[in-house]
């Protein structure tokens, strides 16, 4: 294991593209994929590289630390008119109190599409960016 370097923090962008959730049930795009080292979430953003399309499409979006069912750290609902131009971006807010947006080496990563507000998207790819703080490492 590598072991802390003394240069501070340093801040990564995690991109994930995800196709648009298909129907208005709960479509996990992501499940617990493992970051492999330790930190903060700080931030969430999604935008839309293929325009949203979809009459009055309206989801709930959130991001959770761990499986399908873990700590809720950031969600939205996300509309039509959030993501209908190319590259608008929508910020997703951090909702998870201090403490619980830090990651360990094991800790996992899961973005959902709920079934809360669903109102079905028919087009759209989307990419979110996880912005994620950590402390530099050096080999061991």
């Given at each position: ?25 709960q479509v996990t795009s992501l499940l617990s994929l493992p970051l492999g080292f330790q930190g903060t979430v700080e931030k969430v953003s999604i935008y839309s590289s293929i325009a949203a399309a979809g009459a009055g499409a309206s989801r709930t979006f959130n991001v959770r ?76």
């Open positions: 294991m590598p072991r802390f370097a003394p240069y501070g923090f340093a801040r990564d962008f995690i991109p994930l593209t995800i196709p648009f959730p298909a129907g208005a049930g630390k761990g499986i399908a069912t873990g700590t809720v750290l950031a969600t939205a609902t996300v509309v039509l008119a959030d993501l209908s131009t190319v590259g608008a971006i929508k910020d997703i807010p951090i909702t998870a109190g201090a403490g619980a947006t830090d990651f360990a080496d094991a800790d996992t990563l899961t973005i959902e599409w709920a079934t809360a507000g669903a109102v079905a998207y028919t087009a759209g790819v989307f990419h979110v960016v996880v912005r994620v703080r950590h402390r530099v490492q050096k080999a061991a």
